[in-house]
């Protein structure tokens, strides 16, 4: 981000992203909570370089649909220098328990949890696509 | 159209096709500018507050892109004009919780007669008007309608129920002003915005 901005606004904007759903922000801000970490513990578990948190946060959520996944994944993580492996994991986790968590509430139909369970199994062969390709512009 | 105005609408439509970085690219290229403008705007040392403003704008804007069409202006001025407008919202909460300015309407002015009855409070015809019509479609026709950059400003505030003469003063740039002749020309100011905005809704209805 412009260095004309100060850390302390970047981190007003950044929290904002932390609170929609549409973006990764939340995800991140989500599993840390889920575990107990810092966000930035979160950064770098998928490898992303801490000064690149802000962006990473202000990425959308990957599309769900299997067409998009991968690309949208490779796409964010070719910008934000993060591993796409470890971003996929991460991504369906949150999905995963976000589901579960919505399931134990009552506010979505079962075939959510199943479409999480399904992108799980698919684990592997996804990322596999996913490291294979190569990454055009960073930040 | 300038280099910044090219990129934004490069980074908007890619946004709208699904690149889900293109949310943080714009963040990247248009936040430092929004910050800017907030501060030359207001002045002082409201930093957090230039902040908050310029990220509820930008936020709005990047969760429904849709809301914005590049045909009736640039991206950059768009989300400086919700910035300022937001930044405006922002000021006059302050002043309410504060409770450094009168909760009534202050801009109401009595009639020359002593009957104020009409001008005491909200305009009813106006309020029933703008609470019949559809938020997203009067924003736009506000956009569209309003084509001075004050009176656009002035319409959105009416719209949104802003009543704070203060903030009505610092759109108008007549701060310097004795107050009885801000609160005069503000009050003329609004009539008019409001006499065109009450046509304008009624003939689209």
């Known amino acids: ?139 | 159209m300038s280099e910044l105005s090219d990129k934004a609408l490069d980074l908007h439509k890619r946004l709208i096709a699904g690149d889900p970085t293109a949310t943080a690219r714009l963040a990247q290229l248009l936040f430092p500018r929004l910050i800017s403008h907030l501060r030359i705007k207001f002045g002082g040392e409201h930093e957090r507050d230039y902040a908050e403003s310029a990220s509820d704008a930008l936020m709005e804007y990047l969760a429904d892109p849709t809301k914005f069409d590049p045909n009736k202006a640039h991206l950059d001025t768009y989300l400086k004009y919700a910035a300022t407008r937001d930044m405006m919202n922002l000021k006059a909460k302050v002043a309410r919780r504060s409770e450094r300015i009168e909760l009534v309407d202050p801009v109401e002015l009595p009639e020359p007669d002593g009957n104020n009855k009409e001008h005491r409070g909200k305009d009813p015809v106006l309020q029933g008007l703008l609470d019949s019509a559809d938020e997203e479609e009067l924003t736009q026709l506000v956009q569209r309608v309003f084509t001075d950059g004050i009176d656009r400003e002035i319409a959105r505030l009416i719209v949104d129920d802003v009543r704070e003469t203060v903030v009505y003063t610092e759109v108008l740039g007549i701060g310097n002003l004795p107050v009885d002749e801000q609160r005069s020309v503000v009050k003329r100011h609004k009539d008019r915005v409001k006499a065109r905005l009450k046509r304008i809704i009624g003939l689209k209805k």
Do not use: W
């Not at chain 1, 909570?33 to 810092?38: M, T």
């Not at chain 1, 770098?44 to 067409?67: H, Q």
């Not at chain 1, 999480?116 to 684990?123: E, M, Q, S, T």
């Open chain 1, 1 to 139: 981000m412009k260095q004309r901005t100060s850390d302390d606004s970047l981190r007003i904007l950044v929290h904002k992203a932390s609170q929609n759903k549409q973006f990764l922000g939340s995800v991140l801000a989500n599993y840390a909570e889920e575990n107990g970490l810092d966000i930035s513990d979160v950064v770098l578990k998928i490898m992303c370089p801490l000064k690149n948190m802000a962006i990473l946060s202000l990425c959308k959520v990957p599309r769900e649909s299997a067409d998009f996944f991968n690309l949208d994944i490779r796409s964010i993580s070719d910008y934000s220098g993060c591993d796409a492996g470890e971003l996929a994991n991460l991504v369906r986790e949150c999905r995963a328990l976000d589901a579960m968590r919505s399931l134990s509430t009552g506010d979505v139909p079962n075939d959510s949890v199943l479409m999480a369970a399904r992108d799980k199994k698919d684990k592997k062969k996804d990322l596999k696509e996913v490291d294979e390709t190569d990454g055009e512009d960073e930040p």
